[in-house]
């Protein structure tokens, strides 16, 4: 049974920093790697998708690696914003995924 | 930019009751799915419908649970006799545009019907 970790659990950083989020799973055999963003309350918002076949997606400020056989990915997000605060799930899976618990994210200003 | 919609929002109901929740998917999607997230903890998947029927679900989706394509844009979970243990945030997702390869299939999520169930 796939299962997803993420670490750290919470982050706190000030506006402007580098960062790293982690995730790791215990099946390699994945199809695909979502990165998502939740902000409290509310539903979830698709960042990336890493295809098994890739090692890494960009978009803007975001870049997420993939390394299937270390079972693991990275979110590197860039000069982090105030509005980069929220909660990033990372999911495995092809049809269904399977859900990390996140990432709670806070950058002050 | 298309996206998928939920309703109602917030459902409070008594247990025992019965409760759909309704969907809207993305109108191209083929896929469709039901997630829940239990207040603290992981989103969990629930069912994914294809086609007209389930294609998979989840040890959590037990007989309490169906789900319904009643018309060409509505996606449904019926929850027969709610527990108290049903309280979550219920997202549905859909994906896979027709024309699309399985490989780029990315899952796009609705805002979520918040259910507690007193």
């Known amino acids: 049974k796939q299962e997803v970790t993420q670490i750290p659990a919470a982050l706190s950083v000030p506006e402007g920093e580098n960062l790293v989020l982690n995730c790791s799973f215990t099946?390699?055999?994945?199809?695909?790697l979502q990165w998502f963003r939740q902000d409290p309350g509310k539903g979830l918002t698709s960042l990336l998708l890493?295809?098994?076949?890739?090692r890494e997606q960009t978009s803007g400020r975001l870049n997420a690696s993939l390394d299937k056989s270390s079972g693991r990915s990275t979110l590197y997000i860039a000069a982090s914003q105030p509005g980069d605060s929220a909660t990033y799930l990372c999911?495995?899976?092809?049809?269904?995924?399977?859900f990390g618990k996140g990432t709670m994210l806070l950058v002050s200003p | 930019e298309p996206e998928v919609t939920q309703t109602p929002s917030h459902q409070v109901t008594q247990m025992g009751q019965e409760v759909i929740l309704r969907c809207v998917p993305i109108s191209n999607h083929l896929y469709f799915y039901w997630y829940r997230q239990i207040l603290g903890q992981k989103v969990e998947f629930l069912v994914s419908f294809y086609n007209n029927e389930i294609s998979e679900k989840s040890e959590i989706f037990d007989d309490q649970f169906s789900v319904e394509r009643p018309d060409g844009s509505n996606f449904t979970l019926k929850i027969r006799s709610t527990k108290l243990e049903d309280s979550a945030m219920y997202f549905c997702?859909?994906?896979?545009?027709?024309?699309?390869?399985?490989?780029?299939?990315?899952?796009?999520f609705g805002p979520g019907t918040r259910l507690t169930v007193l």
């Open positions: 099946d390699s055999a994945i199809y695909n």
């Open positions: 997702a859909s994906s896979f545009p027709s024309g699309a390869t399985i490989s780029t299939d990315t899952q796009y």
């Open positions: 890493i295809q098994s076949s890739q």
């Open positions: 999911a495995v899976g092809y049809s269904t995924l399977t």
